[in-house]
Structures are given as structure tokens and as C-alpha cells.
């Protein structure tokens, strides 16, 4: 019988916006954290008011075992950890954020085919915005997806995808996050070129940004359909589409996702 019904081994920004994120859903009684520094996972525990342990009493302890390191450093952490995994008796999950290594590659590294989540979350997680892609193991019952979704509720929009395609998806929710926050600050830097304040045009831009992606999933619109309705003939903002255009800004973000989906790949090699 597990003793935390969540454990995090690794507390960095995602683990630790995952986690926040768990802690609204669920009771902080539940939860333990581990770090490779355990005075971050001493920090955090103690502003969630849950258990600041280490990563193997999380191995030992914890039902479902989220695993908030990076990809080069899986291997190593499951080299300490599967013995622990090895002399559990009682059912486990273990749900890998390493971007790059698939289910197959993380049963291989622990020796075992044990159930297993695969989830590429993103940064705006931290503020209960974030976009969660994951795939599952055939291993994972039912019951345990309930729960895992249940828990993460708060964290923003999940959507179960084939592992397949889940390289796609992390280039595109994954990695994009950066990609926007370019395109804001490029917003906002043209504001202040022609005037505005800094603050005003990191506001104006960010509102903008927010309000154009709600546009878009609250309203069902194409995108393109929406972009057309804010273009008036001969008027200020098709100009500046055809500007956009002569830059191949659309071509320019393709390749920017394409380049992270090769990068992505490559990660688990």
C-alpha cells in the first residue's frame, strides 16, 4: 500500500508547476517531493505544506511517480531507483516528462514493464494555462488515467494522443510557449519604438496574445478566418500581414517547429 498517493522526483520548473498544480486537486497530506537538491524540494514542500523526502522514498512510497528530470538524466536516476521499483509489491505508476525518450526506452531503463504515462506538459502550466499531451503503456489501467487526470486538472487543458505523434505535439505546445513570448516581445518592442511605454507595451501585447488564443478555442474559428476579420480593405492591419508575409513569417515558424520535432527525436538517441 502506497503511502503518498503522488510523488515527484524532481522539482524544477515543470515538476514543480506540475506540482502546484496537484496540490490544488488533492490533499498535500498526499504528496511528496524529492530533488537532487533537496533544499529546492525543502522550499517548495514547505509552501505547499506537503513531504520534502528523497527520490528514493519516492521510489519506494509513492503510487504514481511523476519524473521531473531531463532526458539525459533518466538512465542514470533509474539506475538508483528500479531496485527500489524491483521489491514493490503493490500497483505504481511511473509518469515520465523527459522529452525525447519514449515508453519503450523508460521500461528498458528500469528493467521491467511497469505502467507507465508519458506526458510532454508546458510552462504555462505554472498559471493553470497549460497544454498536457500524453500517451500511455498498455499497462495503465483505466482507474489510474481517471485519477491522473483528476489530479491535474488544474494544471489546464490535457489531451490523450497517440506516442507516436507526441514529438509533433511537444514542438508545438512544448516548445512554442518560447515561440510566443518572441512574438510578444517583438509586439511589444515595435510598440515601444513608436512611442509607448515599456510596461504599456508588454501589457498590450500580452492582452493581445491572451485574448487572440481565447478567440480561437472559444469561438471554434479557423484562425485564418479570424485573422480576415480583422483585416479592413486597404486598411492598417493587412499592411502590416503583408509585411509579416515579405518576412515569411508563417514559412518561419514552420521550420522553427520542424527543427524542435528533429531535436525532440534525437533526444532519446
Do not use: W
Request: proline content about 3%.
Amino acid at each position: 500500500m502506497a503511502t503518498y498517493e503522488f510523488g515527484f522526483i524532481g522539482t524544477g520548473n515543470m515538476g514543480s508547476a506540475i506540482a502546484r498544480a496537484v496540490c490544488r486537486a488533492v490533499s498535500p497530506d498526499e504528496i511528496a517531493l524529492s530533488n537532487r537538491t533537496s533544499s529546492k524540494a525543502e522550499v517548495l514542500a514547505y509552501e505547499l505544506k506537503c513531504t520534502a523526502t528523497d527520490s528514493i522514498t519516492v521510489a519506494r512510497e509513492a503510487k504514481f511517480i511523476f519524473l521531473g528530470v531531463k532526458p539525459q538524466g533518466l538512465k542514470a536516476l533509474f539506475d538508483s531507483i528500479s531496485p527500489f521499483l524491483a521489491g514493490r509489491h503493490d500497483h505504481f505508476v511511473l509518469i515520465s516528462m523527459a522529452a525525447g525518450i519514449s515508453i519503450n526506452q523508460i521500461q528498458t531503463y528500469c528493467g521491467s514493464e511497469y505502467p507507465v504515462i508519458r506526458i510532454m506538459p508546458n510552462t504555462p502550466t505554472a498559471v493553470g494555462e497549460g497544454m498536457t499531451v500524453y500517451s500511455v503503456s498498455d499497462s495503465v489501467f483505466e482507474d489510474d488515467l481517471s485519477e491522473f487526470c483528476a489530479a491535474m486538472k488544474y494544471s489546464g487543458k490535457l489531451d490523450r494522443i497517440d506516442e507516436s505523434l507526441i514529438d509533433a505535439a511537444c514542438a508545438v505546445s512544448g516548445c512554442g510557449p518560447a515561440f510566443v513570448y518572441m512574438f510578444a516581445e517583438a509586439l511589444a518592442d515595435a510598440g515601444v519604438k513608436n512611442g509607448l511605454s515599456r510596461a504599456k507595451a508588454l501589457k498590450y501585447a500580452a492582452q493581445t496574445v491572451l485574448g487572440s488564443a481565447k478567440m480561437v478555442l472559444n469561438t471554434g474559428k479557423h484562425p485564418a478566418q479570424l485573422k480576415d476579420e480583422v483585416c479592413s480593405p486597404a486598411g492598417s492591419t493587412i499592411a502590416g500581414v503583408k509585411e509579416l508575409e515579405n518576412g515569411a513569417f508563417r514559412a518561419t515558424v514552420m521550420n522553427a517547429v520542424d527543427a524542435a520535432v528533429e531535436k525532440t527525436k534525437n533526444l532519446g538517441k
